[in-house]
């Protein structure tokens, strides 16, 4: 968190007095996640996979136009679901979970009159908080993304994109830990996961 914190500091300050900021507020939804292999710590021959349910969410961009055609920004989103299980668990483990992606990023459009294609690329954080007296997981992600803008008038304009994130977690790593000790164990080194956007930019 720190890290991505001075990053922005950093893009912020060493931005031109003249630059043009923006703010974009935006909703879609995840899916696609990829799951997790688990064993139980307690129970060896008990394994089986953890998946992070599709549903909503929303979040917001803020950021600065480097020139017509870049911008730097951060990006924030938020997504209420559950987490379940598959294989050999019995009864099936369900929890409620909080995924957040913070990150900073850069896009570059390609201007078409209105409508402005563009790619993205982004580094920073997710956290994952699930329900109940388990503890949260903060790791290191980066993201890919592309979409669609079109200019509804100099300073508004709306877009659809698609982006996905890939998570690194700790090979072997404890998961759904309740501050003394974790009774699952996953054996992924990361973990993917799609969103799709709608939103509006504003300039100002």
């Known amino acids: 968190m720190k890290a991505v ?3 922005t500091l950093s893009v912020l300050c060493c931005a031109p007095a003249s630059a043009q900021w923006f703010v974009a507020p935006f909703g879609g939804y995840s899916f696609g ?3 997790f292999d688990l064993t139980n710590t307690e129970e060896e021959q008990d394994s089986g996979n953890l998946s992070i349910e599709e549903s909503s969410h929303f979040g ?3 950021g600065t136009m480097v020139d017509d055609t870049g911008s730097v920004y951060l990006y924030y989103s938020h997504q209420d ?3 379940r299980s598959g294989g050999a668990f019995t009864p099936q483990l369900r929890e409620t979970l909080s995924v957040d992606y913070l990150h900073l ?3 570059r459009y390609y201007p078409q009159a209105q409508f402005n294609p563009y790619i993205s690329a982004s580094i920073g954080l997710t956290q994952l908080r699930p329900g109940g007296d388990l503890s949260n997981e903060t790791k290191f ?3 890919l993304g592309t979409g669609l803008e ?3 008038s100099s300073r508004l304009s709306f877009f659809a994109e ?3 994130f890939a998570t690194f977690t700790d090979s072997e790593g404890g998961i759904l830990c309740d501050g003394e000790r974790c009774v699952w164990k996953i054996k992924s080194d990361m973990f993917w996961q799609g969103q799709t956007n709608l939103g509006l930019r504003l300039k100002f």
């Open 141 to 143: 992600s980066m993201g």
């Open 33 to 35: 996640a990829s799951d």
């Open 60 to 62: 917001f961009m803020t």
């Open 81 to 83: 679901t559950d987490l």
């Open 5 to 7: 914190t001075l990053m």
């Open 150 to 152: 079109y200019q509804i």
């Open 105 to 107: 990023g850069g896009t």
């Open 162 to 164: 698609i982006r996905g």
